[in-house]
Every structure is written in structure tokens, then in C-alpha cells.
């Protein structure tokens, strides 16, 4: 993982909070009836989006929503995809995004990551490279990260689909609404775990 990543994290934890539960019951039922009505374009199936491991914040520099679903699968990289959709303050929807995990054999996954169902970025990854740091704050992330169920490849699918992204404000905020949000939970633990007091 990339030095820029942490700001990436950083970021995520710095532009967004928790909402409270009738809001969040609220957006992932909006989610839900929007999604079954095909108005968002979505490249799995409808059957494996979990909206019972929906999470949904708040951005703080602009008031929109974020809420962010991962797909159950019976394919094991494919539980890594996800589909977030964004609302305005209104609570109305404003932009959707899809992550698509899926193995291509046993050492290579590919993914798609799509924004409003136009694909934006593609490309295949090795999940036996070993892409961990041991250095100090990549070092801690990644486990703690792995700790919490997140591969050192999927680290590294975050990163590539981030880390650049992260150059300007807009890309970085649009990847931060994107397939981190799903584990915003996790980032945000191991953020505290990792942090510079740490």
C-alpha cells in the first residue's frame, strides 16, 4: 500500500460520520426500491446485493449520503464487489457506483469499477502477490486490516483504484464514495488502531 493511501484512509474517516438508525433504515430502503426498480443499472445479479450489510454515513464537507452495499456470493472474491449509491441532502439520489470482483482461476481475480453504470477502470490482479509492507503505519493497516477479513490483494485493489485517484480532491472523494465505503467500519478501527499515538 502506497504512503498515499493512508491519506486516503485518513480522509474517509475525516469526511464522513455515522448516521443515526432510522436514517440509515430509511436511505437503505430508498437504496433497495430504487435498485428493484431498474432505475440503477447494476452488473450482478439484484438476488446477491446484501442490503443487510448496507452502511451508510454522512459526508461532512457536503451533506450527501453515501450507502454503500456489498454482494453476497457463493464465489469467494466476488463477496468483495459492491455497489454504492450516493443521495443528496434531499435524500434524493444523486450518483451510483459498482465494484465487480470476480475470479478469473485460482491466483488472478478481475474487477470492474463502474460510475452510474459506465466503466471506468479494469484490470486483473495476482491474490498471491505478496504486496504487504512491514513498515510502521502501512505495516499496521494492512494487518489490522487483514485481521478484519480484508485480504493483502484486496488491499491492493483499494490501493490501485485509489491511490492515484487521490492526486485531486474530486477523484479521491469519488473513490472514498465508492469501495471503501463498504469498509469504512474496518478503515475507521484500524485508523484508531494505527494511529500516530499508537
Known amino acids: 500500500m502506497a504512503k498515499n493511501m493512508e491519506e486516503v484512509f485518513q480522509k474517509l474517516a475525516a469526511s464522513t460520520e455515522q448516521v443515526d438508525k432510522k436514517t440509515e433504515e ?3 430502503g430508498k437504496a433497495k426500491e430504487i435498485i428493484n426498480s431498474s432505475d440503477v443499472k447494476i452488473h450482478l445479479s439484484g438476488e446477491k446485493v446484501d442490503y443487510d450489510s448496507a452502511t451508510v454515513l454522512k459526508y461532512t464537507d457536503n451533506a450527501n449520503f453515501g450507502v454503500a452495499i456489498p454482494y453476497k456470493s457463493k464465489e469467494s472474491n466476488e463477496n468483495l464487489s459492491a455497489l454504492t449509491l450516493i443521495f443528496d441532502e434531499n435524500k434524493d439520489l444523486e450518483r451510483y457506483q459498482e465494484l465487480v470482483v470476480q475470479d478469473e482461476d485460482s491466483d488472478v481475480i478481475s474487477y470492474k469499477y463502474f460510475i452510474n453504470s459506465e466503466e471506468v477502470k479494469s484490470g486483473t490482479l495476482d491474490t498471491n502477490e ?3 509492507s512491514t513498515q510502521s503505519w502501512t505495516g499496521c493497516m494492512n494487518t489490522c486490516l487483514a485481521n478484519q477479513g480484508l485480504s493483502n490483494w484486496a ?3 483499494f490501493a490501485a483504484l485509489c491511490a492515484a485517484a487521490c492526486g485531486t480532491v474530486i477523484l479521491c472523494a469519488a473513490c472514498i464514495e ?3 465505503l463498504v469498509y469504512g467500519t474496518q ?3 484500524c485508523l484508531d488502531d494505527c ?3 499508537k
Open 187 to 189: 478503515i475507521m478501527n
Open 195 to 197: 494511529g500516530p499515538n
Open 26 to 28: 430509511n436511505l437503505v
Open 130 to 132: 505478496e504486496q504487504v
Open 155 to 157: 488491499i491492493g485493489l
Open 178 to 180: 465508492g469501495p471503501l
